[in-house]
């Protein structure tokens, strides 16, 4: 079955919870409202890109996607096209990978972020996936995106779009690429 995250935040994000924990001490944030904090910081939001802290995927809507991690999950089938493909970004994983709604950097919460999936309940007792773990090694990566669309449309709750991510491993980052610089990427698939 494949995996989907629901975005309530318009964005989804990669991460390794220990390198963003480690980074948060190193420069001494103690607010839990991580987006303000790369928001009111430019410079600290292009230092955590160029460490690969994070990878932001912003500016989509707020839908369920399917997500896949080449080498990890079955690859997207005839049943989906592929309509962008963009990279190289900076990532750093230390003890796992996660794959998430970018929400959890509104209020950042340790301790939602425990096992290998973060969910929820709806009233009606629905479980809503915010993010997914893969247990990928130590180490730095270069990640690219692909964005794909269900050729035929399902009925909702159905997911009709997705994303795939491979990572190359990389013996260090020499630059980095802003994945919020609107003129050169787009990820919102939904509206393509």
């Not at 990566?141 to 779009?161: C, H, I, Q």
């Amino acid at each position: 079955m494949d995996k989907a995250v629901e975005t309530a935040s318009y964005g989804l994000c990669l991460f390794s919870l220990e390198v963003v924990l480690d980074f948060l001490k190193r420069e001494k944030v103690r607010s839990k409202k991580l987006l303000d904090v790369f928001e009111k910081n430019h410079d600290r939001y292009l230092s955590s890109l160029k460490e690969g802290v994070w990878f932001p995927i912003p500016e989509i809507n707020s839908v369920g996607y399917v997500i896949k991690l080449e080498g990890y999950d079955q690859p997207f089938c005839e049943k989906w096209e592929q309509r962008f493909e963009c990279g190289k970004f900076n990532i750093q994983v230390k003890n796992g990978l996660w794959i998430a709604d970018i929400g959890h950097f509104l209020e950042f919460d340790k301790n939602e972020l425990v096992g290998n999936e973060a969910s929820y309940q709806t009233l009606d007792g629905i479980t809503i996936y915010s993010g997914h773990k893969y247990d990928v090694l130590p180490g730095k990566y270069l990640v690219t995106v692909n964005g794909f669309v269900r050729k035929e449309p399902l009925a909702y709750p159905g997911v009709n779009y997705g994303f795939s991510f491979s990572l190359a491993k990389a013996e260090g980052f020499a630059g980095y690429n802003d994945p919020r610089e609107n003129e050169i990427y787009a990820f919102n698939i939904a509206n393509m």
